[in-house]
């Protein structure tokens, strides 16, 4: 979240989409509701289900599931042709004015300037700015054609060029207004199953708070994984971000672009580089080309990009002190300048390795062992069928676990005969862990809080802490390695692990090692500031690129100072009544509870809205100060035009998202679902994500109307069950004790299907058996002028339960129906919109 | 004055002084507070696993902590001073209790043997041993040290690791750590899917 959980009681209005925080959510949902009735603050809520959220909204809208895009553009167009817009923001805070180059082009027939159909990618050279100065009432320059203008190298400029009367044809605001000029409500329409009437009611309410050039109302987008579980579900969010950049929501409380997230870590393991494509900190992974620190540090470091008069902090230049500490902390005195910092310790990758990838090439036999850690591969899928069949092509197995799960019992999943266990050639270990109450550490949750917990009892039987476990096999492969030899043997060998009890390493002194500490003592010239040879660094500010600084994730370092452990504090106090709670546990970055808060104040300084002051300038004080942590350079004073997205290189908010930053464009665009029941009514020829990601295994196979699978199926979760967890509790089994396919009535009369009946849904990969549910909470759509079923299953029951072991269910996970197909920008799978067919069993 | 229920509750155990306060005597109240069965329990104050909301939780045991007594949950609740969920719980946080206190909990390290149709038990040592040893031989059996053109890739892609949404901070980084330095490249998370 840019924002937080109780921040959302200072909302005004709020759109609630891909989410549903009441059921999934219940204790933060409260904050929704605080705003309703405090400050009489509306809720629209879109989904493809009538929910609990929607039951408390204003407005609700039954959304086709895959269609977001076109509903978020069509409201992208409606601000701007009601001019419902925040202009002093959307010109100063985000680059609406900058003015693009020559030769790119939006993607009226589906495709942008410098598509490649035989490899499939993009050719992003015209996906840039246009280097010059200022260009208002300047006439544009003749295009020339795409094949003479020279090679542009793959970097932004410097000096961009821009007109702020915003008028300019190649500016960034007037290429908005084509490219959503398309998404007209009528088109929402077509796309999404929304009625027309019905889409201006919710664009005129969400838009309603810069109506009469109001600026001091603030909307909030509220989302979950039903817009990032889609082949376009990174643009999906981008729409919103745009959205919220027009409208000057971004950086205010009660505002934002707010990812709920669904685990108690997995805003920490993001934050912590459990993916792999990034290091601590969102560091880049290292690739090939990069043949020393240098290189790499030139390549990921970006170097500002924006119009001559302004200014741009453009925090990541900073890339190299962070990245220094980070192989401080991970190979410590191995790490020297004249071994480059131990840089080619570093894997180097230039392929993507990502979750479905991991099993896809497991299951072509490339992948022969696999440590899983609390984490259910076959259940969590897509497509559980090819992951049991890649395990049984794998060497070994690692699960570590609290319960019986899945895919440590892969090699008896219902319908393997004893003669098939005995082909299965593949080891598994099992190993039992401990859970949250026998183990401390810290979580980081969605409003990117740092708490810590403490241990209240020990894991039960031989159990053992998952940070014993791993460092047990960590610190045994060394001895071999020590004895024996091998390849590469350097990093095994000098991985810094002096924890006072390296077999059993204290969390606490992990921490303080993720912190970072000082390695020589560092003195602030400006304030005449010292730290001293190991003492904790109290913030990010004190890094350093010369090996004097250790951190492991730059990002986190304040969390744990020489003041002690500021992830574990517990002041209950508010006053600014805001919600900031400014000393409860810790917040990163440097403990700001809403990021860009700069932006949540007007040019001059002064806060858009005086009743809800976060941060202001303070002329006396020639400072940033505030009820929050200024997200930004304190000193800057607004005469000098920083912008307030000081992670940008341009310093302001990307409208226009240039180069590789996103994979299918710099704007979003609607895209079917890899399995869509319509040809896409915007361009049928170019129908799905032109650069989606798809698989070619035999398991891999995709469904189309034509073969029957017409009904579009979402998949979703209950209060009352969390993941593949609670199958294994009493009390959640008593109070939702079997699987289900939610399907309307209006469905059920056309299929002469009665509520609690066995029915069967298949797709092209699998097929899933439970009672069918009876609802009013979904009905038939239409879509493109034809009448379509949407039906919903929840995904809580596999084989391995309590109501499972009992014989009370038709063990058939729900991802038995999902497809291996993946976003190209996040590499998340397409769990919500796909095909399926519906039949009595 | 802003008094949360703690808060009178620890006004309450001072006796005497609450008297003054509130100008009547809570002694009785204090006295009926003491016969609930968490009185005399030791106070965790940890974080609920599910979902992303963070709700402070309160996990109540038996057993003072001394060296050699193992410590019995006897009541799990929210933990009304948390500022996000102050003292509420959802359904799967309410049964919390049955996710500590569980039968189905696996208790000891187990193996399935390749061609088996069966668990064997395993002693921590060997499995630890064996998988050791795994590891490294899939590792120098896969290990990339140059890429086609020559240049350093120190990468080992016959092995994978994947974590899991209530992996700790502090083990996400040691998963870094170790799986990083043997040259893994397919590092993924629940954070992913």
Redesign the interface.
């Known amino acids: 979240m840019t924002n937080g959980?109780?921040d959302i009681k200072n909302t005004d209005m709020m759109l609630i989409m891909g989410g549903n925080p009441a059921e999934?959510?219940?204790?933060?949902f409260?904050?929704a509701i605080e705003a309703k009735r405090n400050r009489n603050a509306k809720m629209i809520v879109v989904d493809p289900r009538f929910t609990r959220t929607a039951a408390t909204a204003d407005l609700f809208l039954q959304i086709r599931a895959g269609a977001d895009i076109a509903f978020l553009g069509g409201l992208v167009n409606y601000a701007i042709q009601n001019n419902r817009l925040a202009k002093e923001y959307l010109l100063n805070y985000t680059n609406a004015s900058f003015l693009v180059k020559e030769g790119f082009q939006l993607p009226e027939n589906g495709l942008y300037s410098g598509f490649d159909p035989a490899t499939q990618t993009y050719d992003k050279s015209t996906w840039n700015y246009q280097e010059g100065g200022n260009m208002a009432g300047k006439a544009a320059p003749i295009d020339r054609p795409a094949a003479t203008a020279a090679p542009a190298p793959a970097v932004l400029p410097p000096n961009v060029a821009y007109d702020l009367a915003l008028e300019h044809p190649r500016c960034v605001f007037q290429l908005l207004k084509k490219q959503y000029a398309r998404y007209t409500p009528e088109t929402v329409e077509r796309i999404t199953g929304i009625p027309k009437d019905q889409f201006l009611k919710a664009a005129d309410l969400f838009t309603s708070i810069r109506k009469d050039g109001d600026t001091k109302k603030v909307a909030s987008v509220i989302y979950a994984v039903g817009w990032t579980?889609h082949t376009v579900g990174t643009q999906i969010i981008r729409t919103a971000a745009i959205l919220q950049l027009m409208l000057g929501n971004v950086g205010r409380a009660g505002g934002g672009v707010n990812a709920?997230?669904?685990?108690?870590?997995?805003?920490?393991?993001?934050?912590?580089?459990?993916?792999?494509d990034l290091?601590?900190g969102y560091l880049k992974m290292p690739r090939?080309?990069d043949?020393d620190l240098a290189a790499y540090l030139k390549r990921v470091t970006p170097t500002v990009s924006k119009p001559g008069p302004w200014d741009s902090f453009s925090y990541w230049s900073n890339t190299p002190k962070f990245a220094v500490s980070l192989l401080k902390a991970?190979y410590g005195p191995a790490a020297t300048k004249q071994d480059d910092w131990a840089f080619?310790?570093?894997?180097?990758?230039?392929r993507q390795?990502?979750?479905t990838?991991?099993w896809d090439?497991?299951y072509r036999g490339?992948?022969?062992?696999?440590?899983?850690?609390?984490?259910?591969?076959v259940m969590?899928?897509p497509d559980t069928k090819k992951n049991i069949a890649a395990l049984k092509k794998a060497?070994?197995l690692?699960v570590g676990?609290?319960?019986?799960d899945e895919t440590?019992e892969f090699?008896?999943a219902p319908g393997t005969t004893?003669e098939q266990?005995?082909?299965?050639?593949?080891?598994?270990?099992?190993?039992?862990?401990a859970?949250?109450?026998?183990?401390?550490?810290?979580?980081?949750?969605?409003?990117r809080?740092?708490?810590w917990?403490?241990?209240?009892?020990?894991p039960?039987?031989?159990?053992?802490l998952?940070?014993d476990?791993?460092?047990?096999?960590?610190l045994?492969?060394r001895?071999?390695?020590k004895k024996?030899g091998?390849?590469?043997p350097d990093?095994?060998l000098n991985?810094?692990?002096s924890y006072t009890d390296p077999q059993h390493?204290s969390?606490s002194e992990?921490?303080k090692?993720?912190n970072g500490k000082a390695l020589a003592d560092l003195k602030d010239e400006k304030t005449g500031q010292e730290i001293k040879t190991g003492q904790q660094l109290p913030g990010f500010a004190w890094l350093k690129d010369d090996g004097t600084t250790a951190a492991?994730?730059w990002i986190?370092c304040g969390a744990w100072t020489e003041a002690g452990p500021q992830l574990a504090r517990?002041g209950?106090e508010?006053p600014s009544g805001l919600?900031i709670?400014p000393n409860?546990a810790w917040s990163w970055p440097a403990n700001r509870r809403v990021l860009y808060n700069r932006a949540s104040c007007d040019v001059e300084g002064k806060p858009w809205d005086p009743s809800r002051k976060q941060v202001w300038w303070n002329e006396a004080a020639g400072r940033w100060v505030g009820n929050d942590v200024p997200d930004f350079k304190a000193d800057s004073p607004p005469k000098d035009h920083m912008g307030p997205f000081i992670m940008n290189p341009e310093g302001v908010g990307r409208i226009f998202a240039p180069l590789a930053a996103f994979a299918e464009g710099p704007f979003p665009e609607h895209y079917e679902p890899m399995e869509s029941p319509v040809k896409n009514p915007l361009h049928p020829n170019q129908s799905n994500n032109p650069v989606v990601k798809k698989f070619t295994t035999a398991e891999d196979v995709y469904g189309t109307v034509e073969q029957g699978f017409t009904v579009i199926c979402t998949t979703y979760r209950l209060?009352?069950?969390?993941?593949y967890?609670?199958k294994?509790?009493?009390?959640?089994v008593e109070?939702v004790p079997e699987p289900f396919v939610e399907i309307s009535a209006d469905m059920a009369k056309d299929y002469g299907i009665e509520g609690g009946e066995t029915i069967k849904v298949t797709s092209a990969r699998g097929t899933y058996i439970a009672k069918a549910f009876v609802t009013r909470r979904i009905k038939a759509m239409l879509i493109d002028g034809k009448k379509m079923h949407q039906i919903g299953i929840p995904i809580h029951w596999g084989y391995r339960g309590?109501a499972e072991d009992a014989g009370k269910t038709a063990n058939t996970p729900a991802n038995l129906l999902t497809p291996t197909v993946i976003d190209p920008n996040?590499?998340?799978?397409e769990?919500k919109g796909f095909l399926v067919k519906v039949e009595k069993a | 004055m802003d008094t949360t229920r703690r808060d009178f509750l620890k006004v309450a155990a001072a006796g005497g002084a609450a008297a003054t306060v509130f100008g009547f005597d809570l002694a009785p109240a204090y006295a009926q507070l003491r016969e609930l069965k968490i009185a005399r329990a030791t106070e965790t104050r940890s974080t609920c696993p599910y979902c992303s909301v963070s709700c402070g939780v309160i996990i109540y045991t038996l057993g003072d902590r001394a060296k050699n007594v193992t410590p019995q949950v006897i009541h799990v609740e929210g933990d009304p001073d948390h500022p996000i969920n102050r003292g509420t719980l959802c359904p799967k946080g309410a049964s919390l209790e049955q996710d500590i206190l569980n039968p189905r909990r696996l208790t000891k390290p187990q193996v399935r043997r390749p061609g088996k149709t069966e668990w064997e038990d395993i002693s921590w040592d060997n499995a630890i041993g064996e998988i050791a040893q795994r590891v490294k031989k899939t590792r120098d059996e896969t290990f990339v040290e140059k890429d086609a053109s020559g240049r350093t890739v120190n990468r080992c892609e016959g092995m994978a690791f994947t974590g899991g949404c209530t992996d700790t901070n502090e083990f996400n980084y040691l998963v870094v750590k170790a799986m990083r330095s043997l040259g893994v490249c397919y590092l993924e998370n629940q954070a992913r899917v």
Request: proline content about 7%; hydrophobic content about 40%; some cysteine.
């Open positions: 959980w109780i999934n959510h219940p204790c933060g409260k904050w579980q709920l997230r669904g685990h108690s870590n997995i805003q920490g393991a993001t934050d912590m580089a459990g993916v792999f290091l601590p090939p080309e043949t991970l080619h310790y570093l894997p180097k990758i230039d390795y990502s979750w990838q991991l090439r497991m490339e992948v022969k062992g696999l440590l899983s850690f609390g984490m259910n591969g969590i899928g060497e070994w690692v676990e609290l319960y019986p440590s090699w008896r004893t266990m005995r082909q299965i050639q593949t080891t598994v270990y099992r190993l039992p862990c859970g949250f109450a026998e183990k401390d550490g810290s979580f980081t949750n969605s409003a809080w740092l708490q917990k403490n241990a209240a009892l020990p039960p039987g031989d159990a053992r998952d940070q476990i791993l460092a047990q096999i960590f045994r492969v001895d071999l390695y024996e091998g390849k590469f990093p095994i991985a810094a692990w390493p969390l992990v921490t090692e993720i492991g994730n986190y517990r209950t508010d919600g709670y409860w209060t009352e069950h969390y993941h967890w609670t294994h509790n009493p009390m959640n109070t309590i996040a590499f998340t799978p769990f």
